[in-house]
């Protein structure tokens, strides 16, 4: 095989993504999978965030990623009750993939996106993913295929590839590694990068069962995700495919045995609340623990990880892939910016200068969270399934907490748009603070290195769809020149297209005529008037000022 600029290890969503952005960009990329290119993935993932589904968007992927997963009618609701079949104690209204454009009322609605999230299984997802990726023709994927022997240097790295199905071992060479390759990652290993933090925060038995006849047995609506919620048992029930699937999360508690020492049945049962006589089939299992651990670094010279490669915590808010793609895209347009002439290497430094800290900001996030649940699931009061007064009012107080802690991981506005890049040095810091966000809130802001806010134009596009690939310079009084600035980009063959929008009522863009987006649609820059010296601004975003340190 010929010797790729960019070898990425592992084809899951996140290696998929990082493929795909970068043959969007322009770059030839090799990935290289160990499972056979038809062969299902675990059911992991649950949640496409609004992030990533603008992602899709620009990739040309989320009408047909939003029109797969549950049926069209089926709610997204979040139900908690004292099992699967029990009382219910709360829901968190969450549109179907039907009425997603159109609901306005409920805590997951009117988010300032054109592409709201989705509620869709990995086992749905990836199959897309892959299906786009293959017919790219700049993407070589390499399925049954183990990459060891990784030596990183200085001018590129060098690997084996194994044949798992004839064991022949092929040397390659490549300018740029990326190991997108999960927990285990040989390539976090080959940079000798170590992962630290909080090593157990909760332990999960995960089970994958076919049972046709659990639906009907349900008391009211159905819902996406059901929590079961009694004195014996914790429990998550995820609806796969909204007719016999279910993905089921037995919380274990502390003091409990190892995995294979707890009864799994049992729990299920406990958890779904049917009879020993129930039939249901396992179809797969995965245990698991929840964890907090992020690597020491992200990069050694040309190897990177991203992802689950690099940080590891409990998925709270459907977040671990969604993080996984957003290092993707984060590294994708400075490797392609630079593998495509306007860049030099020294942009590459932002990669790690960038998704560090916002990994350790939005883990601390997803751990507090989980720990305010699992404290929740400590205390379930006896009389919860009671009939009578004492019952009611349990089953109240109960929901009521429940939601309070829970809505916020299901309708995460804030952790979707709300971190910020604050210590980059391709930024260009005007001294202004950026606003601060919780988990389910924000506030929409043009501070360099928060996200680019959304707006629709006066034509009814999306800003987004308005925006050119890479830097766009947003200009909200025509009147102002931008001349100098675009003669600079062209001098140093950044890519900048300078679109004029109206402005709009909201004051998200009050008092800046003019805003820089980067490609990845982060505010690199902001004024009322050219900077003093375009050349070096531009110089600046582009990496050029790292360099010239």
Same mark, same amino acid.
């Given at each position: ?9 592992? @084809?899951?969503?996140?290696?998929? +993504? ?30 496409? @965030? ?5 992602? /899709? ?15 069209? #009618? ?9 099992? =699967? ?15 997603? /454009? ?17 509620? !869709? ?46 064991? +022949? ?8 590694? !990326?190991?997108? &390759?999960?927990?285990?990652? !040989? ?70 045995? #190892? =995995? ?37 670094? /992200?990069? #050694? ?63 601390? /996030? ?27 009012? @349990? ?21 979707? =748009? ?9 930024? @260009? ?16 802001? +043009? ?17 987004? #769809? ?10 909200? &009084? ?21 679109? &004029? ?8 863009? &009050? ?39």
């Amino acid at each position: 095989m010929n010797d790729p600029d960019v070898l990425i290890v592992g @084809a899951g969503p996140v290696g998929l +993504t990082l493929a795909i952005d970068l043959a969007w960009r322009g770059i030839a990329v090799t990935v290289v999978e160990t499972r056979a290119p038809a062969a299902p993935p675990e059911p992991k993932c649950n949640h496409v @965030a609004a992030r990533t589904m603008e992602i /899709f968007r620009r990739l040309g992927l989320a009408d047909k990623v939003r029109n797969a997963g549950l049926p069209a #009618d089926y709610p997204h609701d979040i139900s908690y009750r004292t099992s =699967f079949t029990g009382q219910e104690l709360t829901r968190i209204h969450i549109p179907c993939r039907r009425d997603r /454009f159109t609901a306005t009322e409920g805590p997951d609605c009117n988010w300032p996106t054109p592409e709201p999230p989705h509620r !869709i299984n990995q086992i749905f997802l990836e199959p897309i993913l892959f299906a786009h990726a293959a017919a790219q023709p700049r993407i070589r994927i390499i399925n049954r295929t183990t990459v060891e022997d990784v030596v990183v240097a200085d001018d590129g790295a060098r690997a084996s590839l194994r044949d798992l199905d004839t064991g +022949t071992v092929t040397p390659v060479n490549c300018r740029y590694l !990326i190991g997108c &390759d999960g927990a285990r990652s !040989i390539v976090r290993k080959a940079i000798g990068a170590e992962l630290s933090g909080d090593a157990v925060i909760q332990r999960v038995q995960s089970t994958y069962i076919r049972a046709p006849g659990l639906i009907d047995r349900q008391h009211g609506a159905p819902a996406w995700g059901t929590g079961s919620i009694n004195p014996r048992r914790s429990g998550m029930v995820y609806a796969i495919d909204g007719r016999e699937r279910w993905l089921v999360h037995n919380y274990m508690r502390p003091g409990e045995g #190892d =995995f294979d020492e707890v009864d799994r049945d049992a729990c299920l049962r406990t958890i779904l609340g049917v009879e020993d006589g129930f039939n249901y089939e396992i179809i797969s299992k995965e245990d698991w623990y929840g964890r907090r651990l992020i690597a020491d670094r /992200f990069r #050694d010279r040309c190897a990177f990880i991203v992802g689950d490669a690099a940080h590891i915590w409990v998925p709270y808010a459907g977040y671990g892939m969604n993080a996984g793609i957003a290092d993707a895209m984060n590294l994708s347009w400075l490797l392609a910016a630079h593998l495509n002439g306007w860049a030099p290497s020294a942009i590459l430094d932002a990669y790690q200068a960038e998704r560090w800290p916002i990994t350790s900001q939005v883990s601390r /996030f997803a751990m507090s969270h989980a720990e305010a649940e699992i404290r929740r699931r400590g205390s379930v009061p006896d009389e919860i399934e009671q009939a009578g007064p004492e019952g009611e009012r @349990a089953r109240r107080e109960v929901g009521r907490l429940t939601y309070e802690i829970n809505v916020q991981q299901y309708a995460c506005a804030g952790l979707n =748009f709300g971190t910020y890049y604050d210590r980059s040095p391709i930024i @260009a810091y005007d001294g202004a603070a950026h606003p601060a966000y919780t988990m389910d809130s924000y506030t929409p802001s +043009t501070v360099p290195g928060c996200r680019t806010p959304h707006l629709w134009c006066g034509d009814g596009r999306s800003l987004y #769809d308005a925006m050119g690939p890479e830097f766009t310079l947003l200009r909200f &009084d025509p009147a102002t020149d931008v001349a100098a600035l675009d003669v600079a980009a062209r001098l140093r063959g950044v890519p900048l297209k300078v679109l &004029d929008v109206e402005r709009p009522d909201s004051a998200i863009y &009050d008092g800046d005529k003019l805003v820089l987006s980067r490609p990845d649609q982060h505010v690199a820059w902001r004024s009322n008037k050219l900077p003093a010296d375009s050349l070096a601004m531009i110089d600046r975003v582009r990496g050029a000022a790292i360099q010239a340190r």
